[in-house]
């Protein structure tokens, strides 16, 4: 921390400047991980936030970085950044434009559930685990038709835009996409564009593949139990 100091003296900005800066980071992170339901959050607001008053630089990245320490060493939360590793097929983004963060709790898993876990949105969290096994279980990617398929099956149908639980469905299907668990791109087939989803950075993260795995592989255990004893 006392080479972070140093660095900010170097660029003529005081503690007590620092500490505003950094304070205002992590509450725009916080605030805007729960208003959006957790979608990632673009470096380049971050760094807006800095820029806004002051023009040094390097400024911003010595600000997100303190942000980054103070987030995990207070709050218990990684900020941890996203960054796509090929540009979609329908939006050339360069790797600058596609760099963003978003928040994971480092508590442990069986402390989250008992403390932090909201049961109002346990219904999200199931579809979500859903929809990743699905693709996971395609291959890590599925055409659009396929996946309603799989959808409709379960009672969930594209039209239906008030689902008792889910509400729209569509829209909960786009959400996984805007929260980056999900890619989606268009792909020139024989028969024209076809919609295709793609496993995207936050369901191959290694804690959420495990989890998907693990998830898959209880299913199946049950249903041979379930074979044997038939």
Not at 18 to 35: C, G, M, P, S, W
Not at 46 to 57: A, D, F, G, W
Not at 80 to 101: F, G, H, I, M
Not at 153 to 168: A, C, F, I, K, Q
Request: net charge negative; with cysteine; glycine share 4%.
């Amino acid at each position: 921390m006392a080479n972070s100091s140093q660095d900010f003296s170097q660029l003529n900005i005081s503690e007590e400047e620092k500490d505003k800066l950094v304070a205002e980071v992590i509450r725009y992170v916080l605030f805007k991980t729960h208003q959006n339901s957790g979608c990632p959050i673009k470096r380049d607001e971050l760094t807006q936030i800095v820029t806004k008053n002051y023009h040094q630089r390097l400024l911003p990245a010595l600000v997100i970085n303190e942000a980054i320490a103070k987030l995990s060493s207070i709050f218990g939360f990684e900020m941890r950044e996203l960054q796509r590793s090929r540009p979609s097929s329908t939006n050339q983004q360069s790797v600058a434009d596609a760099k963003s963060y978003v928040l994971i709790s480092q508590l442990p898993a069986d402390v989250y559930r008992k403390y932090i876990d909201d049961v109002n949105t346990a219904h999200l969290t199931g579809f979500t685990f859903v929809v990743i096994s699905i693709v996971h279980l395609a291959g890590g990617k599925i055409p659009e038709e396929h996946l309603w398929h799989h959808l409709r099956r379960m009672g969930l149908h594209e039209t239906d835009e008030s689902h008792p639980v889910l509400g729209n469905i569509k829209q909960a299907l786009e959400t996984l996409v805007q929260q980056r668990y999900l890619q989606k791109d268009k792909v020139n087939g024989p028969e024209g564009n076809t919609l295709v989803y793609e496993l995207a950075e936050r369901a191959l993260d290694g804690p959420v593949c495990d989890s998907i795995k693990e998830y898959i592989s209880q299913i199946v255990k049950k249903e041979v139990a379930s074979v044997e004893i038939d």
